[in-house]
């Protein structure tokens, strides 16, 4: 499945809450099913600031597709970086740039999105397009190097 | 309690046009009081008439608005004044707010007391503005900060208060109420043990001045600070009371306009308090908003608003008990409508955003005071904290809605 | 100028209620603009608003109204960061005025490049408060304040500023445009020379932001300063633009609440720019007054309000010139809205006693700019300066009225 | 006469008074009568801080009564100044001090009796009564040297 492809199974699956109540149980379930990080990274240098709760993000690369896990003490945050790893793991560094993430608008989150939210969701995006990014680069010089 | 006068709380209410309002479609219950208060029309009108009417720029001015308007700001001087019972007007000085009252403090006193190896006292429950500016003076000045031990209920350790002021501070600056635990602190017996080294005493009063009758004489703190919009007033204007002896003798803190007498290319010669620590245009709607803010006060009762908020605090506790694995914390035995609470382990950023739905605003977090956070190794709690405003009916909405948060995330 | 739209002059000023009223039975004239300007009805609505329905306490606050207040505010933000033409949106950091603005900037950028010995840049026509806090830091660094030399037509002498930045003074901070003579610095050019030593240099903008348009990218300034209450905003909030490079080289100002990332017990780590620069609970009020001003003044169009002041001041000139006596402090090549001037021998004080009597409001004294009074060795001056909705009938009124209190006078 | 008395007469001379300009035409020419200070007092010690026009008072005392004389480069705040000084010369330092100003609200000067009002009449007035606090000392202290 594309990016968008994922994004729109999400959107269709909120659609079908009536209130946000049954949008935050969705949440908090996913929450729990989070791709739980190595214990190992779940140090300050893997911490996402920004945040009222603590979200912990790695993400690894085998040289063609990232894959990410995380975890939070909060569990709707980690519900929603779950939203996230689900729509990004598995794609390529440049698929994972190029996308844009207007579908958390969409299914409600918005007001996670404003900068000063401090759950610090744009953290969490910004943090994963900079593993991207990283990764993108470091592909990019293998190929010059051959 | 028998015979005090039936407290109008519909009538106080009214004067709130925020309190009306509807958040996702629910009638808006306000417990962040302790973050920042609701503003009472005689407020609101006061700030529209300035802006309206009489804006100019005050002092020095011979055009009628402007004298007017020093007329108006001089008198909004004597009225906070007398609210605090100061005993010279010109003992108070008009700031942006607590914040930047202890920063005036921590460097116009920090410059005049402190030096290498001194030391400044405050307590482990302080909010971050009354405790990095002292840190940041002590590593400046290579000094020591001596922070005085909480207990497990959330009261300061007299004893190692006491043991502590044997060090000699210099200074000691601590908050009459705590803005995560509620406790009232017993700052009258505190400011007493202080000064019989003679170490003057900052009290920070951001969280109990709308909620107690305040008298700087009879307290005999040297310092007293606070905020106005904690106060029913507006946001940017904020109080430091101190004692004429000590405003004389510290230096300026901001230099420019009206501060000054006389200046020439070589050097200048600083303006007479209240002037002295009052550089630039100053916010003087605010002020007058804050004049209004206290009229509001001083007409609902400061006692009976003390009284009300006590017995809301009583019901909030009782009603919260019922919720299995509540935890309260600090339970002190002196405490104001401040309560902070976590559920089992919940994280209370998860609850607070459930809560907030049901169109309750509470805080959630460390509140400013994270060596309090440390003290009890929690990352955060859930505070609900009351005024004048507030109702027995807006509690049972907020248990309710505490209880749907316990229930949906355990 | 034959094809710029026509200036509605009554248009704009219908939207000030404050310029409708009578002062002593007489149609106020408010010509104390360079000291505050009036209110337009959009920044007092807002500011009611915010009162009435939005007020909280915004950053970190989970609950409706504390984000929505937060989105407000940032976004307020933003639109000062497009009025002054910022690169970044936290370049710029609120403050409560231009005198906060320069003090921060004495203190935190002082401490960075200021030590023994060194010295310091202003011109000879600075208001104190663009003054008295670099002397200051010079008298408590042991640096040397250099005051480029100021010409008899009220210029800066520009080989005197390019000799003393040979001195490589490791500051330097300029007036845009002087509050008593009115005088348009070429403050490019003076940027540019002193970057040529790689010298930062600070823009006092307190006179200049209401009358042109800022670009601070294409100015190359360091810094730019400047408060809103001179700019139809509400008192109680300034704005302190900054290249981030300096920012974040800089060490804070205020600590407190909200500037802070992590405090415990020993240390504390700083939050980002802006929030860094901005210790304690802002004027959030203010600040959304303060965007409903540039909103007003985008509506009206800054070059139009610029070309109207100037169309006044012109007229102002000439009609003054017809006074016997008139003596004008200051006729530099590029004047704003501001003319200082003074009759004969006859005391500014005097005549400004009973131009008020006659409903004008025009500021006498030395207009917190004792050095140019040095200068032209004079106790002070009558001001008269022009905001947008200032008109040529009110510069009538207002010649008449000079007239009579040199007569009176004489 | 009392200070009382000169005080109404005051009060009397400005109630013929139609319009403010009448009243400021005769402070200024009030201002051009007034007994001036002898060059040796017009220093910054005579001077009266916290007015936009400056200021010189100088007082003696004969033992008895104190006569005072000023002088201001502000021809309207030596009007007033000279209004003071008929109220207040010639007489015994007690009787100054025990004397009130209101004569000066009824006249119509009101708003220059405004602590922040810059032409320092409260300054002013505060001076004058120091004067007289200094000199009532000094004849009480003689007394009990006696
Ligand atoms: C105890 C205490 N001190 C200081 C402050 C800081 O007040 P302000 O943000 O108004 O400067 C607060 C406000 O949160 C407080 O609760
Ligand atoms: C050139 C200049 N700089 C600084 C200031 C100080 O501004 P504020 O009093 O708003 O801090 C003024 C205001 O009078 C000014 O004209």
């Known amino acids: 499945m594309t990016i968008e492809q994922t994004q729109q199974q999400i959107i269709d699956e909120f659609s079908m809450f009536d209130d946000w109540m049954d949008k935050y149980n969705f949440l908090i379930e996913m929450g729990k099913d989070c791709p739980i990080i190595d214990t190992q990274y779940k140090t300050n240098n893997y911490l996402i600031t920004g945040c009222q709760s603590r979200v912990w993000l790695h993400a690894s690369y085998d040289g063609n597709l990232i894959s990410f896990s995380a975890d939070s003490d909060a569990v709707i945050t980690k519900g929603i970086v779950n939203l996230l790893i689900r729509v990004f793991n598995g794609h390529s560094p440049e698929e994972i740039l190029a996308a844009d993430t207007a579908f958390l608008d969409q299914i409600g989150l918005k007001e996670h999105l404003s900068p000063t939210r401090s759950n610090g969701l744009v953290s969490m995006v910004k943090q994963m397009k900079l593993y991207a990014q990283v990764y993108h680069l470091k592909s990019t010089q293998q190929t010059k190097h051959e | ?410």
Request: glycine residues 6%; hydrophobic residues 40%; proline residues 4%.
């Open chain 2, 1 to 410: 309690m028998e015979d005090r006068k039936p407290f109008e709380i519909q009538y106080v209410r009214s004067q709130f046009p925020a309190l009306s309002q509807y958040v996702y479609n629910k009638p808006l219950v306000y417990f962040d009081n302790a973050a920042t208060t609701q503003k009472p029309l005689v407020v609101i009108d006061r700030l529209k008439l300035w802006y309206e009417l009489e804006n100019s720029n005050i002092h020095r001015g011979v055009h009628y608005l402007s004298q007017q308007g020093t007329i108006a700001f001089e008198t909004a001087r004597k009225t906070v004044a007398a609210f605090l019972n100061a005993k010279e007007t010109h003992e108070i000085i008009f700031t942006k707010g607590t914040t930047d009252s202890i920063n005036l403090l921590a460097s116009s006193l920090g410059r005049l007391l402190v030096n290498e190896g001194d030391s400044v006292l405050v307590t482990g429950m302080e909010h971050h503005s009354n405790f990095v500016p002292w840190q940041q003076l002590c590593l400046e000045k290579k000094a020591n900060l001596l922070v005085a031990a909480i207990t497990d209920s959330g009261e300061v350790d007299l004893e190692d208060y006491k043991s502590l002021l044997e060090k000699r501070p210099k200074i000691v600056s601590i908050t009459h109420i705590s803005n995560v635990l509620g406790t009232i602190n017993p700052i009258e017996e505190m400011i007493r043990l202080a000064h019989e080294y003679n170490i003057p005493v900052v009290i920070d009063g951001a969280q109990s001045v709308a909620h107690q009758k305040i008298d700087v004489q009879a307290l005999n703190c040297d310092f007293f600070a606070f905020s106005g919009h904690k106060l029913y007033a507006p946001m940017g204007v904020g109080v430091l009371y101190g004692k004429e002896k000590w405003l004389n003798a510290m230096p300026p803190y901001q230099f420019g306009g009206e501060m000054v007498n006389q200046v020439s290319i070589k050097e200048t010669l600083f303006n007479d308090l209240p002037f002295k620590f009052e550089a630039g245009t100053p916010n003087v709607g605010a002020v007058l908003g804050l004049e209004s803010a206290i009229h509001f006060i001083e007409m609902t009762g400061i006692e009976q608003i003390g009284l009300h908020e006590e017995q809301l605090l009583h019901y909030a506790l009782e009603k919260l008990k019922e919720i299995d694995q509540i935890r309260f914390i600090g339970h002190p035995k002196k405490q104001a409508g401040v309560i902070s609470f976590l559920i089992g382990n919940i994280h209370p950023f998860d609850a607070g955003m459930i809560i907030d739905k049901l169109g309750i605003a509470i805080r959630t977090g460390h509140h400013c005071a994270q060596p309090v956070m440390e003290r009890y190794g929690i990352p955060g709690t859930m505070r609900a904290s009351f005024a004048a405003y507030n109702t027995f009916e807006e509690i049972d909405i907020f248990v309710a809605a505490v209880k749907k948060a316990a229930l949906m995330l355990s």
